[in-house]
């Protein structure tokens, strides 16, 4: 695999024309649709597990939302991988989000391993459970990339545009 992490000689997480590529591709708006909802879909199935497997109550409320959560995650990574072509021209690991992409792949078979051992029945629904908080467990670190990398961005685009204006006044 030849691909490289983000920092590695990068001062800025965008080049000017990947930028506008963004800034243009509908795949942007997917994705800032998606990554709330998933949220929003986190946060009910997490209080859903926790109660399970406190009370020992609730195991289809919770398997359902668990399903839920899995089928918008799976769909946030497909639209993220095209909006990742879009945007830099590969569908997974481009050097800007490479460890993303990396954890990414990890929350992915933490839940899929839950789906599998729900659908084949391979372990008691306690346990189904505790693999769908590992991979809650990884969401969330995930999540937390991708938010600091959106706030990296943020930044460096309020920089580039004060430098931009600082020279703008400059010349005038």
Do not use: C
Request: proline share 3%.
């Amino acid at each position: 695999m030849a691909a490289h992490p983000q920092g590695a000689g990068s001062a800025s997480l965008y080049t000017p024309e990947q930028r506008r590529r963004r800034d243009e591709s509908p795949w942007t708006l997917v994705q800032g649709i998606l990554a709330p909802l998933q949220f929003l879909v986190f946060l009910v199935s997490l209080v859903l597990v926790v109660n399970f497997l406190l009370n020992g109550t609730g195991l289809g409320a919770a398997t359902a939302s668990i399903v839920v959560k899995t089928g918008i995650l799976y769909t946030i990574m497909v639209t993220g991988a095209i909006w990742e072509k879009v945007v830099f021209g590969q569908y997974l690991f481009a050097p800007a989000f490479y460890w993303e992409d990396m954890v990414s792949m990890l929350v992915i078979a933490l839940h899929t391993a839950y789906l599998l051992s729900w659908l084949f029945d391979w372990f008691t629904p306690a346990g189904q459970m505790w693999i769908a908080l590992a991979a809650y467990s990884a969401y969330v670190i995930n999540a937390a990339q991708f938010l600091l990398k959106l706030r990296a961005a943020r930044l460096q685009e309020a920089a580039s545009t004060a430098a931009t204006g600082a020279l703008a006044g400059a010349a005038e």
